[in-house]
């Protein structure tokens, strides 16, 4: 029996190494959509985001959207990179953004709390602002917290086989020295 011919093997597909910037490029895009809605329909845009939570349903548009996002952005990564996802990516891309955006409805819920108990004027105001502001916050850290895990993730697993790779050729050569 031969060995395989190495023009038959496949060349092993890389892992996909995530950057910042690519998700920062996204998060732009997003921030940019936001404040366009905002400028031009001012009112109205105001008006769905806040009748969604009084309604229940911001938070779980939230993580549909943060998801779908982070999804889309990491294949399109992987497609560029002509790399293989993995599943420690895949596992923190879906648990981040749910994570998140209900952690931060904690601290909306909150805020409203400490907003309504307070003797201000003007209060329904105030808390459509915390919705808005909670809402853009919330979908940019739901897109950006991920891919810094993951960034960082890869920077950790990346140092750990760097120490793994020195030991190993420490030991040979202090092997081979005998």
């Not at 086989?161 to 030991?171: G, I, L, P, Q, V």
Request: one cysteine or more; charged letters at 15%.
């Amino acid at each position: 029996m031969s060995a395989p011919a190495p023009a038959l093997a496949k060349a092993p597909r890389r892992t996909v190494t995530v950057r910042l910037a690519d998700a920062a490029l996204t998060v732009a895009c997003l921030s940019l959509v936001f404040g366009f809605l905002l400028v031009f329909f001012p009112v109205s845009f105001a008006r769905i985001i806040r009748d969604s939570w009084l309604h229940g349903n911001l938070t779980v548009a939230m993580m549909v959207i943060t998801l779908s996002i982070d999804a889309c952005l990491y294949v399109r990564i992987a497609y560029r990179l002509s790399a293989k996802p993995t599943v420690l990516a895949a596992a923190c891309l879906g648990s981040l953004p749910i994570v998140v955006a209900v952690g931060l409805n904690f601290c909306l819920q909150g805020a409203v709390d400490y907003t309504l108990s307070g003797d201000l004027p003007n209060l329904q105001a105030r808390v459509g602002e915390e919705i808005l502001a909670h809402t853009y916050l919330g979908l940019v850290s739901g897109i950006f917290l991920p891919f810094l895990a993951l960034r960082l993730l890869q920077q950790l697993k990346t140092a750990r086989s760097n120490r793994e790779t020195e030991s190993t050729s420490r030991t040979a050569a202090s092997v081979s020295s005998y």
